[in-house]
C-alpha cells in the first residue's frame, strides 16, 4: 500500500505545486513540493512536509489543519486539496 505513493508527481488539474514527490523513510512520509512562499517572492525553494498512512490515505499537517493524499482507484492519480496528479518517471 505505501508504495502507491512513493515517487515523483506532476499536476494534471487543478490549483496547487505543478510537482511533488513523496518520499517513505520508515513509517513516516516526506512530501516535497515547493514553497508557496518562496513561488510569490520568485525564488525556486522547496519545503519537505511530514506525513503519515493513516486508513491508506496519506495526511499532513498543514497551517490551516490536516489535509488529505489518496491515489484514485480508477485513474492511480494523486488526488491532494483540489488538484490532481499523475506519476511521472524516477
Known amino acids: 500500500m505505501s508504495d502507491t505513493y512513493d515517487g515523483k508527481w506532476q499536476k ?3 490549483r496547487g505545486a505543478e510537482t511533488m514527490a513523496v518520499e517513505r523513510h520508515g513509517n513516516v512520509f516526506i ?9 510569490l517572492l520568485g525564488r525556486d525553494e522547496s519545503e519537505a512536509i511530514p ?8 495526511e499532513i ?10 491515489v484514485g482507484p480508477k485513474t ?4 491532494h486539496a483540489g488538484a490532481e496528479y499523475r506519476r511521472v518517471g524516477d
Not at 506525513?51 to 496519506?58: I, P, Q, R, T
Not at 492511480?76 to 488526488?79: E, F, K, N, P, Q
Open 61 to 70: 499537517q498543514e497551517e490551516l489543519g490536516p489535509t488529505r493524499l489518496m
Open 31 to 39: 512530501i516535497k513540493r515547493p514553497s508557496f512562499n518562496a513561488m
Open 12 to 14: 494534471v488539474s487543478g
Open 51 to 58: 506525513a503519515m498512512l493513516k486508513d491508506g490515505v496519506l
Open 76 to 79: 492511480g492519480h494523486l488526488l
